[in-house]
């Protein structure tokens, strides 16, 4: 058989295309967008009209499966609950009570596999901006101290795998609490937290009480993370305020509650 090198002049060359990427089918196309992480496919949908083009034909899909697996299967359903539990709309506490029935029976249940495209993007979106920053502060700042002596204390290692599921899911579990039972938007700002959708004790028996001890045990660690990291240093800043004379006892006063703080500490989204 003839040898043919690869020049420019090669009859068979002549006609044929450079490969591109974006020249692949459709359904390659998807393929490589369903594998991108949330920043890789923000990324190349902005930067390529084909890819663009393919990935609305499949949005709902194409983001379900790269939130999934960027939050993790095991923190979906939690995650999940938090989206919903912001879209309450009603007032009433039976709505609050009725969401956590829910939620006691289906956490355990697989979580859906297609989300709304607005789901998706209030999911991505906190866990990006608010969830991955306080967890990845929370890792550094307690591995690297004991946690009594607060002497600091040389790591072993990065946390495991099951590890840091379960600080995420203990993470959004807080913010669940901070979105069912915070102090409601058009109340007066001294209103305390169990004035609000569910008094304190029907928080322990529609919610708290139905959870693991250790899960419960998770709550307030991260409730002891977001009060030493948050609440202190904004406390201690107002009270130089206040002694100035500027306005702002109210926040302080309303803050130096443990309810009150739940409320607040992650309510920046």
């Not at 998706?120 to 969830?131: G, T």
């Amino acid at each position: 058989m003839e040898n043919r090198s690869l020049n420019s002049e090669d009859p068979f060359l002549e006609d044929r295309a450079p490969a591109s990427l974006e020249s692949l089918p459709l359904e390659l196309m998807w393929e490589i967008l369903y594998r991108l992480d949330s920043q890789g496919l923000n990324s190349l949908v902005n930067i390529s009209p084909q890819y663009y083009r393919a990935y609305t034909c499949n949005a709902q899909w194409i983001l379900s499966e790269v939130v999934r697996r960027e939050i993790g299967p095991e923190c979906m359903y939690e995650a999940v609950a938090v989206i919903q539990a912001s879209n309450i709309r009603s007032r009433e506490d039976q709505a609050t009570i009725e969401f956590l029935r829910r939620y006691r029976l289906e956490r355990w249940e697989e979580p859906p596999q297609v989300l709304s495209l607005s789901a998706s993007l209030q999911l991505i979106s906190f866990h990006q901006s608010i969830v991955s920053g306080f967890v990845n502060d929370f890792i550094s700042s307690t591995l690297s101290r004991y946690p009594m002596r607060q002497t600091p204390l040389k790591p072993d290692g990065p946390p495991s795998a099951n590890e840091l599921r379960r600080i995420y899911r203990a993470f959004y579990r807080f913010e669940l609490y901070c979105v069912l039972f915070r102090r409601r938007p058009t109340e007066p700002r001294l209103v305390s937290i169990s004035d609000g959708r569910l008094a304190a004790s029907d928080q322990y028996r529609h919610f708290l009480y139905f959870l693991p001890p250790w899960e419960v045990e998770e709550l307030f660690c991260v409730h002891d993370y977001l009060y030493r990291r948050i609440f202190v240093p904004v406390d201690d800043y107002l009270g130089h305020d206040i002694a100035r004379g500027l306005q702002g006892s109210w926040w302080v006063e309303d803050c130096k509650r443990c309810d009150a703080f739940l409320a607040l500490a992650t309510s920046y989204y």
